[in-house]
């Protein structure tokens, strides 16, 4: 008879072991040969050497699951000890899945396009409209190559651009006031790893959130980082983060141009970097448009009418500005006939 401790790294034991324990009792009738028990991350089992194999390698094929697919059920924990493919193993094209298990994927040609350029390229811009799944897709990525051990960290970052409201003003610490701009990451973070798990890889600095300006002085290695509303940054700060990237990081820059907050006559470092980078190897861009956007369908419409409105307000601008110069060049003829009026009968009177 033998002892063995198996620690369950990566993944949130409850999961694993299940509602009340049912997935663990569930493992225990299959190895009855075994005196199988379990405490936060550590199982512990003991008893006849042969099948005490053939659990740990169960129990090593149950956790890989877990952390591919952030569920467990009873129907896959006797398809992985009989050594069958599950349910899930038989969906494709999946980025990662989240917290309840289901499965992430591109919902779009341009979405599809954009996961394909990650695995081709370091550096790639997300631009488009709200509500593409821009952030959240880029995020998913981002999981899916820390899970796969293909990156040590996650780095999110946001420039916290005061839309209307003062941070001074908001109640707080300084993280308590920067919080709030950085809330969406932590929200689809929180819709793809467990809480617990997430946590402690916040703890350990495996993911960082944090405001753009943080990220001066630093060299970013072996990451995937992500810039969102990159359309608030100003020249400087983008071409700041840019020059960040370290050996083995890939990163994703996000943004709207239609949602720009930065101060009137500001230019957005975004706008300029799309004109200047495009051409670079390894560079990709990648355009949303209304078509993508996996929000409400009333997003959709709301976007499109605001669409409408712009280039009706441009071409409104346009015409009155062609107006003014009609106006204008009218008035210039009108005071130059009236200059050589009078030189004419200056010269009649001399």
Known sequence: MI???????DIDPVILYGIGNDNLQMI??????????ARDNVMRLLGDEEEMAKAEESIEALRKHVLKYNSLHEEDIIDIVNGHKTKADAVKDVVVYNINGKPIKGRSANQQQLIDAFDKNDMIFAVGPAGTGKTYLSIALAVKALKEKAI???ILSRPAVEAGEKLGFLPG???????????????????MIPGVKLQDMMEKNVIQIAPLAFMRGRTLSDAVVILDEAQNTTTAQLRMFLTRMGTG???IITGDMTQIDLPKGQTSGLKEALKILPGIDSLAVINFEKKDIVRHKLVTKIVAAYESYDKERIAGKDSEQKEEMEQSGKKRKTIISKDINKNNESINKD
């Open 152 to 154: 040590r960290k996650i």
């Open 249 to 251: 990081t890939k990163m």
């Open 3 to 9: 002892e063995k401790h198996i620690v369950l790294e």
């Open 28 to 37: 225990k009738s299959l190895f009855p040969k075994l005196r199988i028990a």
């Open 173 to 191: 610490d300084m993280k308590e006031k920067i919080d709030p701009y950085l809330q969406p990451l932590y929200d689809a973070l929180e819709d």
